[in-house]
């Protein structure tokens, strides 16, 4: 299972459309993860021409974009779950790991900056990803997409790639 990860598209500000470069991930993914910030209902109705999307919402979201604070599914027998804003950086494996005590992965954005960190044996094994942004990189060199492979309940790839300069 391919699993394309994105946040903070901000559109329409950043998010005009689908960057072609972002595009080109999207066109064979099983499923698109979006971490919040999509900010208007149409950047999912644009990604869900692509593959299924499921979506959490953002501080920045309007009222009209339709999705939960969090949430978890079980991607090919992975666990995963999704939030915003998981806050500060100090603690962060710990907390996540309170608040989604069975999840495998813990997909989230906000900051802008992409993130792949594995937790010890304290943290049972947790790892977190933040995908960055494709279109609002701040003070990243590159926008990002995350970019997963599921086999099986295994998490086979987990990868953070530049779609813009």
Known sequence: ???????DTHAPRRWKSCPPRVAEHLRDADLILHAGDVC????LEELAGYAPVRAVR????GPDVV???TLELDLDGLRVAM??????AKGRLARMRRRFPAADLVVFGHSHIPLDESGDDDQGGLRI??????TDRRRQPYGTVGL???ENGTLTEARIV???G
């Open 1 to 7: 299972m391919k699993v394309v990860v994105l946040s």
């Open 40 to 43: 208007v209902p149409e950047v």
């Open 58 to 61: 953002g501080n920045n979201d």
């Open 67 to 69: 999705a939960p604070e």
């Open 83 to 88: 939030i915003h804003d998981s806050g500060a």
């Open 129 to 134: 990803f933040n995908p960055g942004s494709p």
């Open 148 to 150: 997963l492979r599921i």
């Open 162 to 164: 530049p779609v813009t």
